[in-house]
Structures are given as C-alpha cells and as structure tokens.
C-alpha cells in the first residue's frame, strides 16, 4: 500500500476517534451520574455542570500515557507497521459499533473491557496469521501476546465485581442502622462524622486516582501521601469531620448532598483523566507509528514497531479537544440518559414498572435468598431484629403512582454513600496497581446497597435480579463479542485490504445511522400521546373526561391492528402480520398497566365517590381488556397461520374480511372521534347500529358454514376463518360495552372533579 492510503487510515481513525469518544461517553456517563440523579440532590442542570467541570479537570490533568493500546496487550516489536494499523483500525471499528449497540439497548457496559478484548482480539487474528505463514506452532502465540498483563486485567475485572457489591452491601446496612431512613432528624454529629469519612474518601480519591500524575500538586506533597497515606488520611478526616459540623450547624448546609456533588465530580474527572485512553488510546498509537514509520524509508510491510514500547505523551491540544466533545456529548446525548435510566432504575426504593422481566435463575436466586435470611433471622434476638426494622423502616408518604417518576429513586444516604465506596474501592485498587473497570465497580455498588438497603422487595426482588444478571450477562457479552468481532474485522482488513476497509467503514456509518433513528423512534414513541395514560381523577365523572383519551387512543389502535391484520392475510405477508403483532403486544402491555394501577386509583378517591368511580373504572377496565384479548388473538392466529405457511384464504374468504373489516373501519372510527371531541350524546346512533354489526357477523358465519360442508377442503383455513369471526364479534361486542358504558354514566351537567396538581 503507497502512503496515502495509510494517510487515509489515520485521518478514519481521527474521525472514528471522535464517535468513539460520543459513544463511549454515552454508555460510561452511568458512572458518575447514577447517584446524583438518582437521589435528585441537585437539580439536573447543576449535576450536568458539575460534571462537565470533572470530565473538563479529567482531560486537562491526564497523564496521557496510552499504555494499554501501544504496549499493554501485545508486543509491539513482534509486528510491522502494516499490520499495526489493521490491528487498530479493526480495534476502533469494533468499539464503536459494539458501544453504540449498548447505548442504544441502555445497558450500561465496560469500555476498559471492550478495548481489552478488542486489542486482544484484534491482535491474536494478525498473530496466528504470521505463525501459521511462517509454518510455526499455536505456541507461538506467547511471544505475539502479553498473556499476564491480559489475564491480570481480566482477573481483576472479574474480581472487582464480587469485592463492589459486597463491600457496597455491607457498608450501605451498617450506615442505614447507624443513620435510619429519618436522617434528618439525627444530630449534626452524626452527618458530620459520615460528611468527614465519605470527604476524605473522595479527596483521597481524586488524588490518587484523578490527580496524582498531574503538575497541579507540587511533588513534596505527592512523595508525603504516597509514603504517609495514613497520616494524610487522619488529618483529613478530622479537617473534614471538623468542617462539615462547621457547615452542617452554623451555614445549615445539607453535607449528604455536598458529598454527592463533590463525589459526582471526582467520579467525573476520573473517568476523564483514566478511561480517556480507552476512547483516543489507539487512534493516538496509531498517528504515533504513522510519525515513526514515515520518516524511516522502509517498506510498511518491513517496517518493526518497537517504537512503540516507548512512552511518549499525548499532545496536551489533543486531550482538551477530547474533554470538550466529552462534554458537548455528555448535555445532548439521548442514550446518556437511557443508560443512566437502567442503573437508576434497578436501584430505586420504590416499586414500579420493571423493565427487566423475571427468569428461572433470578427466581432461584431469590427462592435461596429468602431461606437463607429467613434461617439467619432466626439465630438473632427478637429484640435486636426489631431494633433492625425499625431503622429500615422508610416513612410513608402517599404519592400517586402516576407522579412516582417525580420522587428520587434512592434517598441522599444511600448516594452519598454509592459514591463513597465506589471511590475507595477504585483508589485503593489504582495505588495496588491492579486493573479494574470503573463501571463495574459503581454499578455493583449501586446494585450492593440497594440490596442492603431492602429496595429489591417481594414485589421487585425477581425482577430487579433479572435485571442485574441481563446487565452482567451483557459484561460477558462486551468480551467475547470484542474479541471474536475485532479478529474477524482484522482478518478481513488482512486479505482484503484498502477495498474491504471501505467497505467496513461504510457498512459501520450505516449501522450507526440505523441505530440511531432506531433509537430516536422509540424515544418519540414512549413520549407519543397515544400511549395510555393513567387515571388520576377523583369523582365518576372526572374518570369520565380523563379517560376518554385513553378509550380513543385504544379504538384507533385496535382499527389499526384489526385492519393489519387481515391486510396481511390477504397478501400472505409474513414480514407486515409479525410486525403488527409486535404492535399489538405493546398495546396489550398498556392495557395491563391501567389495569395494574388499579390500587392507586382507588388510593386516590375520596369518600363521596368510592363506589361509583371505582366501579366505573374497573367495568371500563374490563372492557378495555376483552377488547384488547380479542384483538390480541386475532393478530396471533394471524401470524401463526401465514408463519407455518398454510393455505391462502380463499378469494371469496378474503372479500368477506374486508367487507367486515370496512364496517368495523366505520364504527371503530366513529367511535374514536366521539371520544376525542367528547361528544358523548353521539353514542346513542352508534349502539343503534349494534344488532346491524351482529347480524353482519352472523350471516358471514352462516355462509363459512354453508361453504364448509360443500366446497371447502382446507381445515386449517376454516378453524382460521372462524375463529377471526367469532373474535371479531367479541371485539363488537367489548367496543359496544364501551359505548353503552359512557353513555349511561356521563352526566354533562356535573364538572368533573379532579386531584388538584
């Protein structure tokens, strides 16, 4: 290859570089802001700012030695340049798309792992490449492969999970028995001795971990924490214990919240300062041999790059410029959020709508958990176990589920301390030298403490584990996916050269575009107006008004579906019938969701209108739900039966379906406008058309029947054809409820009594 064509390496590899960074800050922001926002300490603008001035501190102050990608994982001096850039730019491709396909699932994942296990990957397909060219042995791969470095990194990973949910565990019921859940109410001793212990955590922290290897500190004073670190560490904590009474008593300053805004921002600049490498790492190796190589006069394919092994610091320019698209990304990105949303989700105090659902192992887990407590609450006191609950008993407020989404997930104890121990684990492991990923520690701390914590109750216990395990399970799919994708790519470069690279580029923008309006589309769809809202009225007729829109939303829906799905039949289109049921799945859940709120609507009545809104609600419910079972079954029978390629419906079949769904086109229609404009004297027509829609179902039966026992030969087909008959006239029958429901119950002369906001 001449020179232009790795001019073009590197220039991709700069852009790649800045994706990578877009990505890798999307999924990596879990780190520091899960806590914060969490527990809502702060607003979110002013987390956003004290974040933004960590990653800001972070890149300025990073020591820029890009080990791992130059030297950390393979031996340089055992490959030429050539094949040093298909190494990297196989490693980058990789950790976009495998960052980004993370981002848009909101599972939060590692980017030390990935770019370990990429570099490894990456590096192993190019190694046995040159072995089996030379004609050598798979032994050879030692001298290719930095095998102890490796295995150290991924024992350590490894290890970190287990050591940060523990330690989380442990600390989080030790400080909710010292502190309780009325934290409020303990003296200013007791949060300023917890505002000196969590302080002196974080400040030794971002030294050792942040700032250490900074010029900000003179060297006097890192020689005297690095050879006293005890000393360092009791003078600070009575400094610190000393201050924040000062603060807590005479300034009134809440310290659970100082110490979360401070930890947010150490967390921030270490995540800056250190995992900077995972995100500009390579393409910065890959310039730097560029440099090496160019000015040498030797071959690409001869050139040694021992270089390498040097240390060479990156470009101060070039760290400020990455911290800045650090930030830019961290304000606008969207699947920032929704990574963030998953963490806090597991973790919240509350129960709710669980996104992970239920499996054998997390059933299991928790089957064994509440023997095991139960067995170990029995060898304890009575006494003590009652001094224990007592401690862990979360003051009760009444909260409309609907305005859940508005109360923190987590009270400020449990963040301040998430931040605490996520910041001593990660300083101690960094001044042992041992690897570890940031993620995983904050995560499994996060996780930790929620479970110390009682937050994972027997509402949520199944459900929140299914969680943990999805997350983790995804961890081991980060490492496998990294390295078997990163060896495929490099293999591929290898054989395929400049043509098969722009190729992977292309295929890569494309995938990123895709996932992108992907994304985009299921954020606007879980904001959509049509999704089902939950009733928060508190009178029969507030019930009334407020429902309607969802009643609307459900018939348009179901017109849609119902339309769909005899389309699809009629075409035989497999793709069109699989894509309405996904549809219909995701209306069904809504539906459930009403019903699941039940609790909370009848919490919220008052005395004067217990039986009679609460009645109407639950008739409605019932009816929304036939409505919605029947549907359900026609766009599945549907599907199953164009799925297992049986015969097409017959011409005259098909005519008949239509005809049938023209008329239910008209009277779902109308309904949906009635409940839109709230025009309910309108109903009246309709449900005189009701015995019209029956008979119309009938006679169509009638002549199946007449059919099948003359001309008809396919079983198959009429078990199908009746069954969409028989649902079809339930469905009429549910909508027609509906109708004669709200008919008889609104009352145009009453104003709708509703829960002021």
Do not use: C
Request: proline residues 2%.
């Amino acid at each position: 290859m001449g020179e232009n064509i790795y001019i073009f390496m590197v220039v991709a590899l700069g852009l790649l570089a800045i994706t990578d960074l877009v990505v890798g800050v999307s999924n990596d922001a879990v780190n520091f802001l899960n806590s914060a926002i969490g527990s809502k300490a702060v607003t979110f603008r002013t987390v956003m700012i004290v974040a933004s001035l960590g990653i800001a501190l972070g890149a300025m102050s990073s020591s820029g030695m890009m080990e791992v990608a130059r030297k950390g994982i393979f031996n340089p001096g055992e490959f030429v340049f050539e094949e040093i850039m298909f190494i990297f730019m196989a490693v980058m491709i990789t950790d976009i798309l495998l960052l980004d396909f993370f981002n848009t699932l909101g599972m939060p994942t590692s980017t030390t792992v990935s770019i370990v296990f990429e570099l490894l990957g990456a590096a192993v397909a190019i190694s046995l490449i040159k072995i089996y060219g030379i004609e050598g042995s798979f032994s050879d791969l030692n001298n290719y492969i930095n095998t102890e470095k490796a295995t150290q990194i991924i024992f350590g990973i490894l290890l970190s999970v287990f050591i940060a949910f523990t330690i989380g565990a442990i600390v989080q019921f030790i400080s909710r028995v010292l502190i309780s859940f009325q934290y409020k109410n303990q003296p200013k001793w007791v949060e300023s001795i917890f505002g000196g212990l969590a302080i002196t955590a974080i400040i030794y922290f971002i030294i050792v971990k942040g700032l250490k290897s900074a010029a900000i500190f003179d060297e006097s004073i890192i020689q005297f924490i690095s050879e006293s670190p005890e000393l360092f560490i009791v003078g600070n904590l009575f400094f610190w214990t000393l201050l924040s009474w000062v603060f807590s008593t005479f300034l009134k300053w809440n310290i659970y919240t100082v110490v979360i805004i401070l930890g947010t921002f150490a967390l921030a600049m270490a995540f800056a300062g250190n995992d900077l490498v995972n995100f500009i790492g390579v393409p910065i190796a890959a310039l730097q041999s560029f440099q090496d190589w160019q000015g040498s006069g030797i071959a690409a394919s001869e050139f040694n790059m021992q270089g390498l092994s040097a240390a060479v610091r990156t470009p101060t320019l070039l760290l400020l410029l990455s911290g800045g698209v650090m930030v830019v990304t961290l304000w606008f990105s969207s699947k920032a959020k929704s990574v963030v949303k998953t963490s806090v989700d597991l973790a919240r105090q509350d129960e709710g709508d669980e996104r992970f659902q239920p499996n054998f192992i997390s059933r299991q887990i928790v089957k064994l958990s509440v023997s095991a407590f139960e067995g170990f609450s029995t060898i304890l006191p009575e006494s003590l176990k009652n001094k224990i609950d007592k401690r862990f008993a979360v003051p009760y407020t009444y909260v409309p589920k609907s305005k859940v989404q508005d109360l923190p997930a987590f009270d400020l104890v449990r963040a301040a301390v998430n931040l605490m121990i996520a910041s001593v684990l990660i300083s101690i492991a960094t001044s042992m030298k041992l690897p570890l990923s940031t993620t995983y520690v904050t995560f499994m701390v996060a996780m930790g403490t929620s479970l110390a914590d009682r937050a994972w109750g027997a509402e949520s216990a199944v459900y929140r584990v299914a969680g943990v395990l999805n997350v983790i399970g995804g961890w081991f799919f980060t490492a496998f996916s990294a390295f078997t994708a990163a060896a495929i790519i490099a293999t591929i470069l290898h054989f395929g050269g400049f043509v098969a690279l722009l190729v992977l580029l292309v295929l890569a923008a494309g995938l990123l575009l895709r996932n992108y309006i992907a994304h985009n589309k299921k954020t606007k769809v879980t904001k959509a107006e049509d999704s089902l809202r939950r009733a928060e009225s508190s009178s029969i007729q507030g019930v009334i008004e407020e429902s309607a829109d969802n009643i609307g939303n459900v018939i348009k829906r179901s017109n849609k579906i119902y339309t769909s799905s005899i389309n699809g039949l009629a075409k035989h289109n497999i793709d069109d019938l699989k894509k309405n049921k996904k549809g219909m799945s995701k209306l069904s859940k809504e539906v459930d969701g009403l019903q699941d709120n039940i609790y909370y609507f009848i919490k919220n009545l008052d005395e004067s209108s217990v039986g009679g809104a609460s009645n109407f609600y639950i008739v409605m419910l019932g009816h929304l739900q036939d409505l919605a079972q029947s549907l359900e079954y026609i766009a599945k029978i549907s599907y199953t039966h164009v799925n297992n390629n049986h015969r097409k419906l017959k011409y005259n079949q098909i005519k008949e379906l239509k005809d049938l769904d023209n008329h239910l086109e008209g009277l779902l229609k109308d309904s949906t406008d009635i409940f839109s404009s709230r025009n309910f004297q309108n109903i009246g027509a309709l449900l005189n058309k009701k015995q019209e829609y029956f008979d119309l179902v009938s006679d169509k039966i009638e002549t199946q029947v007449a059919r099948t026992r003359t001309e008809e030969s396919s079983p198959k087909n009429t078990s199908l054809y009746f069954s969409l008959l028989t649902e079809s006239k339930d469905m009429i029958e549910a909508t027609m409820k509906l109708l004669e429901l709200y008919y008889t119950e609104h009352d145009s002369s009453v104003v709708p009594a509703r829960i002021e906001k």
